[in-house]
Each structure stands twice: as C-alpha cells, then as structure tokens.
C-alpha cells in the first residue's frame, strides 16, 4: 500500500514539472525488490500511450504471458454420477449418488406415516417425528447430541401421511460414525417415558399455535372431511388422545411399521461401495414383515370453524386421481401449482412478501389480487399423495366480501378447465418457473438425498432429472384444461374458519361446478 501510494506521488510530480517521456518509477521501484520478476515480462515492442520505459517492460493484455501455464478449462457440460440401488436380502434398498465436494448427507427414509394408524394408535406418527435422536440402547440423548456436534452435521426429522424421514448431513470424514448414529437411533429406540412425557407437553403446545394459524388448521382440516379411510387420519395428534399415549404404544407402532422392505437407506456425495460396506453390517439383519397399504376414499364434504375473526378464510379442494403413480398428471399439477409463487396459477398475499416481483405474473394475483383490494390472500394449493390428492384454492378476506370471494375462486378454476383461457405464454412462463424451482431444490443435499429415498419408496427407482424436465416441455395446453376438468369433477370439498355464517353454503358452491360433471 505504501509503495503505490509513493508510486503515485512521484507520477504526478513528473506530470507537473511537465516532462514529456515518462519514467515508471514505480516500475523502478517494485523492480528493485525483485529483479528477477520483471525482465521475464518485459516487451521491447512500445504500444502504450507513451514511448518511455513503461511500454518496453509489460506486454499488452491481449498477448499471452510467457512460461504461464494455464489450467485445463472445465468442459461445457458433465455427466451427473448415476443413482444405484442395491437391495439386501431383508428387502432393505440402499441408494446413493456420489457429487464432487467435502460435504455429504444421509438418509433412511420409511414406507409409514399417519395412513397405518389404527384407531389405538391415532397421533403416534406426531410422537414418532418428535421423538427423532432421542435415547436408544446405545446412547443417551446427551451423548447422540454431542456426537452430532462434534461432526458439525444437522439432523432431522419429517412425519408425513405415508412416509417417515430421517436425515444426517455432515462432512463425508464423518460418515461412517454418521451412519451407526442414525442406524443406532432407528434401530434402537427406547421410547423413555420422561422424553415421551416432555415431547406430549410441547405437542399441547403446538396444537394450540396451529389452531391460532388459520390457512395451515384448514388445510389439516381438509383431509377428515374430504376422504373416508386412511388418508382421513390426522396427520396431527388431536389432544384428546395425548392421554393415551405412552412409550409402549409408540414402541408398539413402531415395531409393527419400521421393517426392512418398507425402508431405504439413501444418500448423497457418498460412493456407493463404501456405503455399502459400513450399511450392509448395520442393516442385514433387520426384521421383515408383511406389508398392507390402508385405503382411502376420496367423499368430499364441508367442514367449518367458527371463530371471532375479522377475517374469514375458506379453502375451495377436489380429488387429484392417481395421485403421484400418474406420472403425467402428477407433472401437469406441479406446473399449475408449486411452492413458487410465479406458476402458472400461484398466487400470494396482498403484500407481495420476498421480493420485488414474487409472483406478480401468475394468473391469481393479476386476476385477483391486483382486481379486488378487499382480498388478502388468494392462492393455489395441492397435497399429492401415492394414489389420489387433493389440489385447490385457499383465500382470506373480510366477512363482509366473502361470498363474492369464493364467487370468483370458483370462476379461477374453471378457466383453467376452459378450452383457450390459458395462453402459451403463461403456460410457458409456468414450465420455465417450474423448472427453476426443481434445479433451486437440487442445490440442496438433503433435498436430493430426500428425493432419492421419497422416489424409491414411491416408483421403486430414482427417475433422474432430465426425465421430468422432458414432460414439463411436453406438457400442452390440452393436457392442462384435460387435467383441470378431470379434477374439477369429483366432489366438492369446503373448509371455512371465521365468521362462517356469511361463507355460501356447500350447495351453493357445488352448483358452480356442475357443468363439468
């Protein structure tokens, strides 16, 4: 810093007393501590805007250095590590895809979830969540939480209606003692009454902030109402049967749902001969059993909360036949409705939260949002399971403008089961943003080591990416009205919290969609 503030001074000085031919002389003087860097850069060819000493010491930029050796340029494109599965004799599958870099995540992901609840068991897959890394045979909890640190991993845990998920991301050094963690805290749980007891406290609690969380209670809401069987199980253990459950109903459960041909061990920045070489020890004797899918009926129905509430929120749902074993449908709900905000319908808040622009080109906040101040929030939602689900609109607004509100919702969805009410641009917007969300999701570790197992457990095999990329540029605009009216034909299902007396009766609602069936 010194030398080129000197450098600087002595310039300008020159400068001044006006001298025609420059001397560098911070040349000179970075030359003078090391002469043997500069001569081997110098030209003796003047091109610079001066014909002094400086032109004849460095090249231009656009000649290439002498004695530089350039690093070999990365090729355009490189060929992602393939998944591979191997299946043990129990029937337990192991999945890998290895990926450059210092970090990896594992994950065991289990065929079980609220669905496998029997009626002595409702709530139990909440607990089962809750009681993810906590004391085994093997160690205390205390022990599993200093061991995780001392890896610098994150674990976690996820209950959904028909699967469980356990995850360990950590760098790849810490695998294999990552791995016999995770195994040791599947495997081995003890279930002791004192963390039962304290993981119940903190499910009280959370069961009352869900019931204050308004779109997330109808959402849950909607499945009791809308299908008969399995699915209609709450994913949420309702505090009525909190009293009822204790470490051996949950030791119970478990024993009965967690064997080895409904579980796969996936993961992600691991080679998979290693893997397989500390798993295969930990794994190949673990129980098997048989396994029986529950049923579901999709009913439909109306479901309403009442509440003291300025606001009112109502959530508008139909069937998704076939749910994610339709494949084509499947990719045809994802482009009409994902997380994204920017899809084709989407969606949001009055106040466009995350940024400038989030979803300002979907067509539920230029035609609804943008139209009508008196509502809050309108938005597309949908909860895709193995054979069916649900896909629909969610909205909050003022008592007072509720019936026009879910007036114009029920318009919204039947333009998209409307012949020309879509246009090419905003189905390719659709699939460009669809798109994006898929590969923003990719970055992620956990993500893939969870759409690895998730995939298996589904279709029995991880589908790469290009072959949902090509159905999403496959997708027509017939495909998307087919789907819609094919949707839009099953029964009606409501849910409504607030002032529920204003919200149009379940008939009134229904008839809107007659002309589709």
């Known amino acids: 810093m010194f030398g080129a503030s000197l450098s600087r001074i002595l310039l300008r000085k020159l400068f001044d007393d006006g001298i025609h031919h420059i001397r560098c ?7 003078n501590q090391n002469q043997q860097v500069f001569p081997r850069y110098s030209s003796k060819v003047p091109r610079s805007w001066f014909n002094g000493s400086y032109a004849n010491r460095f090249p231009p930029l656009n000649d290439p250095l002498p004695d530089l050796k350039l690093p070999r340029c990365l090729p355009d494109y490189v060929d992602p590590c393939p998944t591979t599965v191997t299946t043990l004799s129990n029937g337990l599958k192991i999945a890998s895809e290895d ?3 210092p970090a990896a995540c594992i994950g065991l992901f289990v065929d079980c979830g609220s669905i496998y ?4 068991f409702t709530g139990v897959t909440h607990l089962l969540e809750r009681m993810a890394f906590k004391s085994t045979k093997n160690r205390s909890h205390l022990r599993i939480v200093r061991e995780v640190e001392a890896t610098g991993g994150n674990v976690g845990a996820s209950a959904s209606r028909e699967q469980m998920g356990y ?3 950590t760098l790849k050094t810490y695998v294999p003692e990552a791995l016999e963690l995770l195994v040791d805290c599947i495997r081995n749980p003890v279930f002791l009454d004192s963390e039962v007891q304290d993981q119940l406290a903190k499910v009280k609690t959370e069961i009352g902030e869900t019931s204050n969380n308004p779109q997330q209670f ?9 299908f008969s069987g399995a699915l209609g199980n709450p994913l949420m253990a309702p505090e009525l049967v909190l009293e009822k459950i204790d470490g051996s109903v949950i030791e119970k459960f478990y024993y009965e749902n967690y064997t080895a041909e409904r579980m796969v061990l996936a993961a992600f920045g691991v080679d998979h001969k290693k893997l397989l070489a500390i798993a295969k020890p930990l794994l190949y004797d673990l129980q098997s059993g048989p396994v029986k899918v529950p049923k579901s009926t999709y009913v439909g129905g109306d479901f309403r909360y009442r509440a003291d509430s300025q606001n009112t929120h109502v959530a508008l749902a139909f069937e998704v036949p076939g749910g ?15 997380p994204m905000q920017q899809t084709l319908m989407g969606g949001g808040g009055s106040f466009s939260a995350g940024g400038p622009g989030k979803g300002m080109h979907s067509r539920l906040y230029l035609r609804v949002l943008n139209k009508y101040q008196e509502v809050q929030s309108f938005s597309a939602f949908s909860s895709v399971y193995n054979d069916t689900g649900l896909f629909g609109i969610n909205l909050t607004t003022g008592s007072d403008f509720v019936e026009q509100a879910v007036e114009v919702a029920a318009d919204e969805l039947l333009a ?9 641009l905003e189905l390719h917007r659709a699939k460009n943003a669809t798109k994006l969300a898929v590969f923003m999701n990719l970055e992620s570790r956990m993500i893939v080591t969870e759409d690895i197992g998730r995939q298996i457990l589904t279709y029995g095999c991880r589908k790469p990416v290009q072959h949902f990329l090509r159905a999403i540029d496959e997708l027509t605009l017939d495909d998307l009205a087919t789907l819609a009216q094919k949707i839009l034909s099953s029964p009606l299902t409501m849910g409504s919290w607030g ?3 204003q919200v149009p009766s379940y008939a009134s609602v229904s008839q809107h969609f007659r002309a589709v069936n």
């Not at 109808?218 to 809308?226: A, C, D, I, K, R």
């Not at 994610?324 to 994902?338: F, I, N, R």
């Open 25 to 31: 002389t911070s040349t000179r003087f970075l030359c």
């Open 99 to 101: 990926s450059p870099g």
């Open 117 to 120: 609840e029997s009626e002595q």
């Open 167 to 169: 995850t360990y991301d």
């Open 218 to 226: 109808l959402l849950e809401s909607l499945h009791p109402t809308g």
């Open 324 to 338: 994610w074993h339709q494949e084509k449908d499947a990719v045809t709900l994802t482009v009409l409705q994902t």
């Open 416 to 424: 998209i089961a409307t012949p020309g009410q879509v246009t090419e």
């Open 499 to 501: 002032d529920v007396d």
